[in-house]
């Protein structure tokens, strides 16, 4: 074959890689956008978002009860695990609200209404406050411990508080068998560390009381 010919064909070879390099399909921002949205869906299900909610509430429970604390009681193992209860648990309220925001999901607040028809332990209560029947906050419980000083108050602080943590880790136990999310896990395993050893820690008060 003459130069030239050879010369020719090896122009329009490359030409042809070239073109084929620039005309390289390209995902289009319609599927990308479809691909990301399911990856996302994927990170959570129904089950994190009503952990979410439900300890939103439960924890709320918990913050009304350890500030009953103030006026009432001058122990002060009470009055430091009631410090510490507040420190720890209105961050993870936080948490759980900028995960459902991220979900695209209401916050515990606005779907109060909503779990406690879902949730054991929540019943109706009128225009009383939304906690009222969370485990250890019975509407009785709950006046009787503010009604309550001195010693009276720490035992059945403690007892209700127990329970309370109690219902905690048992929520926690269920979301870690059937949620999906790893912040929700993540924040799971840290409710079940730190209540149990409360817990623990309320026993051994309560016995000294």
Request: with cysteine; charged share 25%.
């Amino acid at each position: 074959m003459p130069k030239s010919l050879v010369s020719a064909a090896l122009v329009v070879a490359a030409g042809a890689l070239v073109v084929g390099g620039c005309s390289a399909p390209e995902s289009e921002p319609g599927a990308q956008e479809t691909t990301e949205q399911s990856q996302a869906a994927q990170q959570f299900n129904d089950a994190d978002v009503a952990f979410a909610r439900e300890m939103i509430v439960h924890h709320e429970g918990a913050l009304t009860m350890a500030r009953l604390v103030d006026g009432r009681t001058r122990t002060p193992e009470i009055v430091d695990l009631a410090g510490r209860i507040e420190r720890a648990q209105q961050p993870e309220i936080d948490t759980m609200n900028k995960l459902l925001a991220e979900w695209g999901e209401a916050g515990g607040d606005e779907a109060e209404g909503d779990e406690h028809s879902e949730h054991g332990g929540h019943g109706e209560h009128g225009g009383d406050s939304g906690h009222a029947e969370m485990p250890g906050m019975g509407q009785e419980e709950m006046a009787a411990l503010e009604r309550s000083e001195g010693g009276k108050f720490d035992q059945r602080f403690l007892r209700q508080m127990i329970a309370h943590h109690e219902g905690a880790v048992e929520m926690s136990e269920q979301v870690l068998a059937e949620g999906r999310s790893p912040e929700t896990r993540t924040l799971a395993r840290e409710i079940i560390d730190a209540q149990r050893a409360e817990i623990a820690e309320m026993r051994a008060l309560l016995k000294q009381s």
